[in-house]
């Protein structure tokens, strides 16, 4: 639309709101239309105090006609008193403004949250929660309501007017939409739309990635099948070139693209304003990690970059790992798994923050600074145990962690607690004696590494009797009954309960002294 012809649809959704206020829905509308109507028609250069009246009047006539139930919308008041406050000016208001959608959101206040945000003139996809206003994420079956969508394109607008850019995440979801218009039968209505979309990505290209790009050309090719070429669709084709990363068409709607751990230069904006990154502290083949300092406190955390695949990070969609993590992280936790504290969804990757132990190593390289590469057994219970219940948490979540070794677990080399990491790589199980056997094997190996280095596999006899003529009968007892296999296997209580355990349990004031004053790591 023409910046005239928007005004006067705003305008016309103003006074359709405003004959529904006794609706709460209605009402939240009226205030996010009224809003739009300001920034518009002044360029953004809106004064908060006339916001501020908006909400005031908006709350004191939903209270006349709502009553009671106008007390869920006591966000207003002081939202609208921080907008007339005397401060009301400046980057700290505009922050203390957000901060006080990122409480609303807490609260699952998320129109409230997403008005906060709209205040503060917020690019969309800052926020988890913040890539349809009034929407807290993506339906599962990824159609969007007009409502929805109307009030996001509005808000993409106005924001452009002073910035003249459009918006990084939320093209993702146009492109959504324009597959649900082919799916109504609209293909050239979707056709339109993806111009729009290329036409956005044409005025800020820097702000987009090879993977919002590949899904659009591979969708393009699919409409454009048997019709004459595009000027717009070649300079797509042309800027993904230029951005040097392969693209082979592998059928239709399906692209193969080169994954590459993201590097520091790469980093996002909304990453880099709330941390400070620094070295590497690992890199994998789809996922490289960072330390960093959180800004608002100085908390030293890690930075985990996850590169997507073609098929993952639908905006609004929990990747695997998180979707894992939250269900290990709720309450009550286990402190032997590692946290994490929040994540992001920009570009082709995902971050996760998590919590980083200082000062740590993998448990791999712990054993390898000790004489011989492996522990004494008194250290190894010590950490086994902490082990054991990691695993015994995500098995009583009905979480699989399938890489459970020593190069995923960290270990404070101070305080010798330890942390499971790494849940990349994870499943999620039923509470059976299959998933019980799984977890035993993984412990029994970890222990074999702890106690006795890297031993040759040649069969389990064979381990287990090198096993034997280095460590105790305690201990290889309980080594062969995690790899044994056994139609009634213990269970990770069971194991715990080991004799190897509970033997060890009279020396252990002995062991910690010992630990302390002889056997630290080089």
Sequence with gaps: ???????????????????????????????????????????????MAEIAIILFQGYSYGRRKLGRIMIQEDWCLPLARLLSSAAAAGDQHRTDIIKMGDDF???????AAHLCYVVGRQELGFRRKFHLIGCERIPTNHIISQEVLKRTEVYEYVLSLTSGFGQPHFQKIKLIHAQNLVAVGLKALALDYCESIATTIFRSPRL?????????????????????????????????????????????????????????????????????VGEILGKGSFSSVYAAVRKADGKQVALKYVTKDLHEGMPGEKPKEVEMMDILCKPPRCKNIVELQEWFDISSCFVLVLERPIPSMDLQKFCKNYQDGHLPEYLARVILQQVI???????DRGVFHSDLRTQNI???TDTLEVKLIDFGCVEMLCKNSTGCRSYLWSLGWTLVELVCGNIFLYNLDHVIDSCSQMISDDCCHLISQCLIHSEKPLTLDELLN???????????????ELEKNQLRPL
Excluded at 498 to 511: I, K, P, R
């Design 208 to 276: 987009f990635n090879r993977y919002i790009l590949a899904q659009l050309i591979v969708f393009c090719e699919k409409l454009l099948e048997g019709k004459e070429d595009v000027d717009w669709m070649m300079k797509l084709r042309r800027l993904f070139r230029f951005f040097s990363t392969p693209i082979s068409v592998v059928c239709p709607d399906q692209v193969a693209l080169e994954k590459i751990p993201y590097q520091p230069e790469e980093f996002e904006e909304e990453v880099k304003s709330q941390y400070i």
């Design 389 to 395: 219940r990691a695993a015994q948490h995500c098995f």
């Design 498 to 512: 080991h004799s190897w355990f509970t033997s060890g349990l009279e020396d252990l004031s002995h062991d910690r």
């Design 105 to 111: 959101a807490s609260r699952g206040r998320i129109f």
């Design 1 to 47: 639309m023409q910046k005239e012809d928007l005004s006067r649809f705003i305008q016309r959704r103003c006074q359709e709101c405003a004959l529904h206020l006794d609706d709460p829905d209605q009402l939240k509308s009226y205030f996010f239309w009224m809003i739009m109507e300001r920034f518009l028609n002044q360029n953004r250069k809106v004064m």
């Design 410 to 412: 960290l270990i404070n």
